[in-house]
Each structure stands twice: as structure tokens, then as C-alpha cells.
């Protein structure tokens, strides 16, 4: 059983059943789900996921009015419910601590976004890391009567803003033409391989961030980057080109292997009318994609920056 299956049926069955007794009325003012940072609110966790914060729980989100009146009850309540569940215990490590039980809708965006809610500028959208976002939205919520919750979800999702969205693709697009175009190869003739390795990694990234730009998706924490890659409806062969890089016998391939992923990302670039350029160096696709800007304050800013 994964862990989000496991949550859902905790909630459904013990956490539910107690808050609707206790709170009547108020019950309908308490969101619920699991979301957040963690494999199992992605929907990747295993056998190896549960060497850490694996458990039955579940989030219960309040309006700061409402934890004000009655959050205590909720924690005291919360504290009750059983420890055990289908047969796991409830995590009791210090790193599970904030990851589920009763918080505040505010601080809860504001640990990914920076923000009580929504980011309120451009400014403030380019600050939020991919994964920080991918966090925020991963999961399920399981209740929301009040809808608070699930509207600032709702303006999180699918991707960032369009001007946004475009100004980080921009810098990643750049970065895989410096890194993986230019720097990887001639760092290769030189025969300096951790720095060559370097420049893999930094392309990869780059790549990544990309594909799921272009998908309309945010990037989640690196670890499971190649994972939720591999999911994506576009650039599928760009992904497994990808993960190719990284294969022992790819020495001999990779730079041929950089520039089909490079072309593979361009032709979606003309795809989406963000480049009527035939270039075939994306670090210069960069600046058909800023074009594209309509925001002054994205615009002026320099193409790496995002």
C-alpha cells in the first residue's frame, strides 16, 4: 500500500468520523488531504520511502480565525486518534513533524511559496523554486467545504504565469546551449572529465526543468526528476535520450545525444510559436523566447536569471 492510499483511508475512517463528532458544524471549516513535501504525496514512494516519515496521518488546514478558535481542540484531538492503523504506526521522527496534523492554510503556502497565499507579483512568482511549487500541489484533498484551501491550489496550478513560465524557460533553454552545446564538448577535448561531468549535470538539469516547463508542469525535487519526467505526454524521446547520458557505453554518444535533445526541445519551441528562428544553438532560441515577454520587468531582466 502507498502512503497516499494510506492517509486517505486513516482520514476516511479515524480522523473523519472524530472531527465530525467533536466538531458538528465547524467540521465543514476544516480542509483535509495530504500534500506536501514527501514521496508518498507524489505518488512515488516504496519499500525504500518507508525507512522515514511512512505512517497513517493526514493534514487538517484552518483559516487563521479558526485556528485561533478552536485550532487547540483540533491538535488535542488530532493527538488522540490511533497510533496504529493497517498495520503501520504513526510517524513519531522530529522531520514528520510538520509534514502532517493540524497548521494554518497561511503558513502552510508561505513554507513553499514565501507567500500566505498566492504570489502576489512577478517578483515574487520568479523567487518560488520548481519543486517548492511541485510540493504545494502535489498530493490530495480529501475535504474542502470552505474552498480556502483549494483555491489558492487552484491559482498555483498547472504551471507558473505565462510571462513567468516563458522567463524560465528562457534560462534554462540558455543553459542547455552553454552547457551542453558549447562547454560540454570542448571541456571534453581537454580531457578534463570531472568538469565534463559538471556540464553534463548542469545540461540534465537544465533539460529537465525544460521538459516540464514545456509540459506546463513544475519540476519536483531532484531525486525524482527523471521519474516525473517520464510521465510527461510531450518530448518522451527527449527524456529517455536523457536518462541515455547518463549510461555507461554513453561516453562515445553524448554529444550527439545533446544535440537531439536539443532539437527535440527547439521544434516544441515552434511548436508553442515561441521561435520562428532555425537556429540550431538554443542558447540564441533563448532570446526568441524573451521576446515573447510581455512583461517589462520579466523582459529586463538577464536571460539566466530564473
Request: overall charge negative; glycine content about 8%.
Amino acid at each position: 500500500m502507498q502512503g497516499l492510499e494510506l492517509c486517505r483511508e486513516f482520514y476516511r475512517q479515524c480522523a473523519a468520523p472524530a472531527v465530525e463528532k467533536r466538531f458538528g458544524e465547524r467540521a465543514g471549516r476544516i480542509a483535509a488531504g495530504l500534500v506536501g513535501q514527501g514521496s508518498d504525496c507524489l505518488g512515488y514512494d516504496d519499500e525504500i520511502s518507508r525507512d522515514h516519515d511512512f505512517g497513517p496521518g493526514c493534514c487538517l488546514w484552518l483559516t487563521d480565525e479558526d485556528d485561533e478558535a478552536f485550532g487547540a481542540e483540533l491538535r488535542e484531538l488530532y493527538a488522540s486518534l490511533p497510533a496504529e492503523f493497517m498495520g503501520f504506526r504513526r510517524s513519531t521522527q522530529p522531520q514528520g513533524a510538520d509534514r502532517v496534523g493540524v497548521m494554518r492554510i497561511s503558513q502552510f503556502y508561505a513554507r513553499f511559496t514565501g507567500c500566505l497565499g498566492t504570489p502576489p507579483n512577478e517578483a515574487a512568482w520568479l523567487r518560488v523554486p520548481e519543486h517548492f511549487l511541485a510540493a504545494a500541489t502535489s498530493g490530495e484533498v480529501f475535504r474542502d467545504d470552505a474552498g480556502v484551501f483549494s483555491r489558492i491550489r487552484a491559482s498555483l496550478l498547472p504551471c507558473y504565469p505565462r510571462d513567468v513560465r516563458l522567463k524560465k524557460l528562457a534560462a534554462r533553454v540558455f543553459a542547455m546551449g552553454q552547457a551542453g552545446q558549447y562547454n560540454y564538448p570542448r571541456i571534453v577535448r581537454r580531457g578534463d572529465g570531472p568538469a565534463a561531468m559538471l556540464a553534463l549535470d548542469e545540461f540534465a538539469r537544465a533539460a529537465l526543468s525544460a521538459l516540464h516547463l514545456l509540459n506546463r508542469r513544475y519540476l519536483p525535487y531532484y531525486k525524482w526528476a527523471f521519474r516525473s519526467a517520464r510521465g510527461l505526454p510531450r518530448l518522451q524521446q527527449a527524456e529517455s535520450e536523457l536518462e541515455a547520458l547518463f549510461a555507461e557505453d554513453a561516453l562515445s554518444r553524448r554529444e550527439e545525444l545533446i544535440e537531439s535533445i536539443c532539437g527535440q526541445v527547439r521544434t516544441a519551441l515552434a511548436q508553442d510559436e515561441l521561435t520562428d528562428s532555425r537556429e540550431t544553438f538554443l542558447a540564441a532560441q533563448a532570446g526568441e523566447i524573451m521576446k515573447r515577454i510581455d512583461s517589462d520587468f520579466l523582459k529586463n531582466l538577464g536571460v539566466s536569471v530564473g
